[in-house]
Structures are given as structure tokens and as C-alpha cells.
């Protein structure tokens, strides 16, 4: 079985569930990734929203939706809920510094002051 078959299955399963339980936020958090993992960015992204409506306060919500918004190309809004993660708690910066997903951001001065912002806590705090 390919891993594709395998997310499509998965995929099912918790839309199955997210038609029973719609406000279920564990299962919309793990339809974003799947989505995502499977090559459906605009799903993913449609979860990720989702959930931080759900949950506001959510720094790991904030941190996926901005991951999902780069991969669409929406710099400016991807930097925001970067920005909204850390304000909310979010302090992996190694993880942040190397996230595939975070591509298009690399080289944005906004992004690399958020991320030595985030260094920076890391070692005074």
C-alpha cells in the first residue's frame, strides 16, 4: 500500500468522524496535517482557519495556519500568525528555522526577526 493510500484512508476516517463530531478540534488539527502531508494545501489551510476560529489562543493552531498560508504564497499573512504563535507561547525556533513549510519566508526580514526574537527568549528565559 503507497503512503498516499494510506493518507486517503486516514483522510476518510477522521472526515467520517468530523461529520459526527464538526466541532471536534483534535480531529480538525489532524485533518489539517493530513491534508497538507497529502498534497491538499487548500484543505489543510481550510482546517488550519478552522481551527484557530475554534481555538484563539491555540500558539500550535496559530504556528500550522501560518505553515499553511506560506504554501500558498500568502507571505504577509503567514508572517502574522507566526507572530501571533510566538505572542501566544510558540518557542520551537530550531524547528521554525528549518520548517520545510516556512520556505517562502526564509529570506523575509520580518521572518528572521521573529525567529531571533524567538532565539533570544530561548536564552534568556
Not at 489543510?44 to 495556519?65: I, K, S
Not at 504577509?76 to 525556533?93: F, N, P, T, V
Not at 517562502?104 to 528572521?112: G, I, Q, S, T
Amino acid at each position: 500500500m503507497s503512503r498516499k493510500e494510506d493518507f486517503n484512508f486516514e483522510i476518510g476516517f477522521y472526515e467520517s468522524v468530523l461529520r459526527r463530531e464538526p466541532d471536534y478540534p483534535d480531529v480538525v488539527e489532524l485533518l489539517g496535517g493530513l491534508y497538507t502531508k497529502a498534497g491538499r494545501i487548500a484543505d489543510g489551510l481550510e482546517m488550519d482557519n478552522r481551527l484557530v476560529r475554534m481555538q484563539p489562543d491555540n500558539a500550535t493552531a496559530h504556528y500550522n495556519l501560518a505553515c499553511s498560508l506560506a504554501l500558498v504564497g500568502r507571505k504577509a499573512d503567514a508572517l502574522g500568525s507566526l507572530a501571533r504563535a510566538i505572542a501566544l507561547g510558540y518557542d520551537d525556533a530550531a524547528w521554525m528555522a528549518k520548517d520545510a513549510d516556512l520556505a517562502c519566508l526564509k529570506d523575509e526580514p520580518a521572518f528572521l526577526a521573529l525567529l531571533a526574537k524567538l532565539k533570544q527568549a530561548g536564552k534568556s528565559g
